[in-house]
Every structure is written in C-alpha cells, then in structure tokens.
C-alpha cells in the first residue's frame, strides 16, 4: 500500500545521521536560565525571588492566564538572580537563573494514581502543574489542548510522530526507546480528551521506529505510515494524510474533531501523570558539524555555549546556529541563549548567505506550497505597497523559499504582509506603508 500524504511539499536532504545514536544525558550546567516566556501565550509569573533554595523539579513559576504555564526547575541549587537575559528571539527576557549545587535533590513526587482511574479533568489538571507544553516546536499549554471547550467533541487524537524537519532525530530515536511509554502516554491523553481512536502518523523514513510502533498498535491504536516529505508534520497535512479530513482555512483540528500532539508530549504525559515528574528536560538533537553529535536529554535552561563545550566545542568553519530544524527553525547568535522545552534540536551549520534575483515567474513557490497559495504574490505586493490578503493561512513552513531558484526570502514577505494585516485586521487602505523589510529580509 503507497504511504499517505498531502499535495504539495518538497523532499529536502535529509541528513538524519544522528538517529544512528542512543539517547544521552547532558551533565547538568553550573547554572540554568529559566526565561518566564517558555510556552506559547503569557509569560509565567516568578514564584521565586533571588536567595531562594529550589530543588529538582520544584515550581519556580505558575501560569499567569488560561494559555501560560508552570516552569519548574530542572536542578537543586539557589536562585541566584531573576533578570533579563538573552532569549532565542533575539531579545532580552525575564529569567530566573538558578546556581546548581550539584547535590539532584528531588522535590517530591506528586501524588500518583492508576491512569484508568482518573477523571479526564483529573488528567488535565496533573498535565497542567506538570508544565507540560507542545514539544513539537509551538510550546502550546498542553493542558488547553487536552480540555475542548463545550460544544467541541475530540474523536481522534493524532500523534505526530513525523518528524519532518531535516537533521531532526530526536522523536525518532526516543520512540525507538520508549514505545511502550509513549503508547500509555497516548492513552492517557485519548482519555482526557474521551477521544474513540488514537492514529500515530510516522514517515517511512524511520522503519525501526514505525516497527516498534506497530508491535504496540490495536483495534483502537493505529499506526499510519506516511509518506516522506515536508512538511508532511505540518498539522494540517497531517491530519489530512492520516484520515482524509480537511481543517477549514483559519480552522483549528477540533473544527473536525481531532486533536493532534506530539510524540515528545505525549511522553511527557505518561512520564507527568505515571511517574510524577513535571516537564523540565528533553530530549534534543543535536546535528550536522556538532563534534559530538546525537540525541541528549537536556535540563531546560542550559545555556547553548555549555552544550557546545559538553560536546567537544565549536568547530571552526561553523557560521550558523539553529535552535529547531533548518525549514522552521530560529538563528541564534548569542551563545548565553538556553534551551527552552521547545528546542526540539540544535544544529551548527556552516553555508554562504543566498544572493536574491528578480523573480522569474516561474511558479515554482506556488507549486509546492501545502496551503494552496501563492507565495510570490506576498513579494510582488509588498512591492507595489500592498499586502498579500491569503498570507494568513500561510503556516510559515518554507518549501516555498526552499524551491525558489531567485533566492526570494518568500517567507520574510508573507510575515511581513500578516503583521501588516493584522494591523490593518483586513487590508491595507491603498497607498499605505508596509512595514519597511530590512536589507537582509528579516
Ligand atoms: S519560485 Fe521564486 S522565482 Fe519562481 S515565481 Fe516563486 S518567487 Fe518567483
Ligand atoms: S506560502 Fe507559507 S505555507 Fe506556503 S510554502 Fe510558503 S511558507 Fe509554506
């Protein structure tokens, strides 16, 4: 039977050399950087002050809202500071740094209880205090996603098992790992959300780990093998591959009764609700010129020149820095930045700046585009002083500046034409700026 897939989409190298590894653990730093803005929403609020003494796996800030989230520390030690520190987006945030005293001591576990036995509230409740976010990348409150609002009935949960992102092992080599334990998580989740059928979505790229998969699959569990191609992990082609059913533009997956999580949060779960241990390690790739590379379970907060040191150290012909993987991920150029529990991988790469030519017209954007659009549209507008009215169903994947063979940075212009919408919440009266795109596209 051929794999699944969506339309669209473009088949990138994949270079996932670092699955041939066993999952590691990182010494723990001197110091770890907990930055207040860690998950998708409101920052958290510091239930911490500076002298304080945390151990492992204690609370050290709680949501401030319905989508923010608790962040515990990773390590025993003593708050040394709460200030602004080098984040991956480029500012400096909120963190609360924590000096290591090296003695692991653990706080203690929460109060476990037999999964079956729980309520789905139960279960939401214990996913929540656990600080438990997407680990796919958007660092979404997991909780939020396990409590559908009234009126909105969750049948399948899907587990995003793709991986899609060149270089990225991370999800491959921990299901290979922890089959087992990701199968319960998913059954866990599936009974927060009173979902009917779990359905895990895996490329056929990774055949050891879709077998460890399939050993476990039921009548109720199922195991779809995809086909390989990005952003075949994008929700939406996802969701459409595995069970044929569309999101509507600007629609969300409970618009079609499906839930989608990923494989690293749905350990996350198991590991919150079975063992009681709250999210505040990962595992992380760490790929291409790395002198060490493979896949480590990192504390949240470890500083990216500590991992590089842990490693080997920087080779020298390195000149890029990715948090993530090279489609979606964020440059980094500050080597204080930590690691968050959303940095699925850390990739040191070495390339020349692409030199941009004027746009040939040849559609090539548009052709892989997974969302339908017209990609070159947002370019063209932007430069007649427009914006480009479809960019919001844009999910920012990059096949389209991928392919461009003018060397576009397609994706800058449709991030520039949703800021411009979303100010001017439809479209730009004629004759208005744009906001001004500097000389490098960013
Ligand atoms: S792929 Fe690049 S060159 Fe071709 S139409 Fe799109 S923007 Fe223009
Ligand atoms: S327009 Fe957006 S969704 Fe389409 S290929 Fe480009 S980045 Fe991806």
Redesign the pocket.
Known sequence: MRPATFAGGVHPAQHKDSSAFSIERLPAAEKVYLHLSNSCGAPSKAVVKKGDAVLKGSIIAEPDGRISAFIHSPVSGVVEDIKKWPHCSGKKLEAVIIQNDFKDEPAPAGNIKDPSLLAPSQISEIVRNSGIVGLGGAAFPADVKLSPPPGKKVTTLIVNACECEPFLTADESLIREKAADIIEGAKIAARALSAKQIIIGIEDNKPDAAQELLNRSSERIKVKLLKTKYPQGGEKQLIYAVSGKKVPMCGLPLDVGVAVMNVGTVFAVYEAVVKGKPLYERVVTLGAYFRKPGNVIIPAGTRLEDIINFRGGLPDNVNKIIFGGPMMGQAVCDMDVPVSKATSGILLLWGEERKEYE????????SVCPMGLM??ES?ALYKAGKAYDKAMNCMECGA?AY????G?P?IQYLKLSKKNLSMSNVRLPAGRDLTPLSKNGS
């Open positions: 746009c040939l017209r040849c559609l090539r954007c548009a990609p070159r370019f389209c392919v461009c063979p003018s576009i397609l």
